[in-house]
């Protein structure tokens, strides 16, 4: 019970602070300029599913709704049991949280510190920013390579022998780009000990590309993430799961009772065991997805191209006028990065949302 | 960024072990010896209310259901908006969590450390012991008086000047008892410098008793939270509020990015708005209450007088073995606590549990 355990008050308060700075409130002003949106805004702003819960997960959470008076006490095995199932990893490498912000968190919390930087690309999706800073670690943002992807051999090189956790979202986001499987094996097999590399596949099964749970089934030094909040359309019902071998899950083990959704829980398994409901959705998502692309080269709009559910589009202007003009238009579109300040980021919504989406764009471009 | 702020890996994972034995798992374990209960089993294990969700709040989260590909943007700030206007505080004293567990956890951890001790109850709710371990707070349980209340003047001599946190949980979990209020009011002007009163009005509502939001209101050293798992019988759905200074709310802000479940928002935000759900609800709990205790009685059973939705039952034996034969009835009672290994707690369910619960109970211990 010695001092060198005890973080102070003061230290508490400010990881607090500084950590708490990607909130819904922070998310929903930085998105939505003038507060909330008219009810028939098409909002391609948050990388949200359009097509929302699977009809089985509906049905599931329905029913969970009528017992949500009782805790959820085998719900969580069940999931574990399920996704242990149909990734081919121990049930011991599989824990379940409200969604994957949680463990994304916990691992830059447990694993980055002084001397032990945080190494990401840039642009990234940010949310592990603030814990690298509370935790006083430096934060390495390394840009992506030509094709986009994340430049590992860059990444290795800057974080040097001092790397507490490697940040690879596949596909980026925002860019909706893959990194080749090789360079995520030699990043793992590269890094320094001691050192996790921390795979995001939030937006995986739009692309289609290949997992790395099988890494973690390998026994490396990777955590994969998986959320129920993309293609399984559950942003707002909170299910994800953190894999990884036993001993890193402890080190990211809840500080907390771990009472998870009902709902969520019960939409999640539901999807797990929905048939079709992956491939169909991607191939929605890439059909919507490829028609605005042809669009846009027609009208001579600069993009990159993309495998997700979203895209940067090159506006050559500040990207933050371009959001309030299309907001504007009831066309509620997503962010700019600070490396580039002249691309926003679309998600992909309806097919019918994306029409509207070109009549407003190209309103506010021509 | 000194060392001073840091905590080593091998602290956050002691932390993360320390602290997650408490766990849905664990509870589950401890609850319900031999695997899930059979779908017929009267459960009155686990103080939640067997009525379920309100109808309003049924219908509301039916319907955030199929918005739940969005995320909760603004939900969060209608339900701080509701709770403030409801329970007279400022809208920056109103937090909002997926449930109390969570806010209960962040005030143990940031105001108890070596030096600033967690003060509690015996029997008391256990939860907030797990975060006072990995502190290195010295943790001091307190018998209840001979009245089952919070006995605060020991409780203030035993902790000294180096208290971190008094919890008291009013009417207290697992006896059902109530505090009186000026008992608080000496322990809030009683208390060292530093230290907060973190009131645990899970269970208020049942009670009837006055709420000490109006001393949070007043500035005082006190954070109130309050939930929608119990009364309002959303416990599986994830929603409640801590509510306090904002200057104290600021050391239990979010460490994560607070996503919160849609079903839970909506739900606590039907319930706030509905009309009559507290007044019928503690009537019905109450009358199927009266009826278990005169039943008791007049069979010589020993109980203490509840005033929540749950009791306490001195079996003269050990009450593991009451839980087990009670268990074979189907009919799964809650567990004894260490300082009363004698006792059992009960949880009050329908009146048609009840009698169930009667007739097991009768076998038992006949």
Redesign the interface.
């Known amino acids: ?9 003061r ?7 500084s ?2 700075v ?4 922070a ?2 002003q930085r998105s ?1 300029p003038g507060g ?1 949106p008219p009810p028939d805004a098409v ?1 391609i702003n ?1 990388n ?6 699977c009809a089985e997960a ?1 049905e599931a ?2 029913g ?11 719900e ?2 069940e999931l574990r049991r399920l996704m242990s199932e149909q990734e081919g990893v121990g049930l011991d490498h599989v824990q379940v949280f ?2 994957s ?2 463990p994304l ?1 916990r691992v830059v ?3 980055c ?2 001397g032990r930087s945080y190494v990401t690309a840039d642009p990234a999706y940010e ?1 592990g920013d603030g ?1 690298a800073e ?3 670690a430096a934060i390495h943002r390394v840009p992506l390579t030509k094709e986009y992807a994340h430049d590992v051999r860059e990444m290795l090189k800057r974080a040097g022998e001092a790397a507490g956790v490697f940040y690879v979202c596949n596909p980026n986001n925002p860019t909706g780009t893959l990194t080749p499987r090789e360079e995520i094996e030699y990043l793992v097999a590269n890094k320094p000990a001691g050192s996790v590399v921390l795979v995001d596949e939030a937006y995986i099964h739009f692309s289609g590309a290949q997992s790395c749970v099988d890494m973690v089934a390998a026994g490396k030094d990777v955590v994969v993430l998986k959320t129920f909040s993309k293609i399984y ?6 299910s994800g799961v953190a894999m990884g071998r036993p001993d890193l899950l ?15 829980l019960a ?1 999640a398994i539901a999807s797990l065991k929905a048939k079709g409901v992956v491939a169909e959705r991607r191939r929605y998502l890439k059909e919507v997805r490829e028609d605005v692309f042809s669009w846009m080269t027609g009208e001579g709009y600069r993009f990159v191209p993309s495998v997700s559910n979203k895209f940067m589009v090159d506006v050559g202007r500040p990207g933050r006028e371009v959001m309030a003009a299309m907001a504007k238009e009831k066309v509620y579109i997503g962010r700019s990065w600070p490396s580039w300040p002249q691309h926003v980021r679309v998600s992909i919504g309806t097919r019918e949302e994306m029409e509207l989406f070109k009549g407003a764009f190209a309103r506010v471009m021509g």
């Open positions: 019970m010695g001092q060198s355990r005890a973080f102070s008050r230290e508490f308060a400010r990881w607090a602070a950590v708490g990607v909130t819904e409130a998310l929903a939505m909330p909002m948050a949200e599913n359009p097509l929302g819960p509906l959470m329905a969970a709704l009528k017992r949500g008076g009782r805790y959820s006490f085998f969580p095995m409200a969604g912000s949680d968190h919390l447990a694993f510190g002084p949310s814990p509370f935790r006083g359309g559950m942003a707002g019902l909170r402890a080190k990211i083990a809840p500080y907390a009772t771990m009472f998870l959704p009902c709902t969520g939409g």
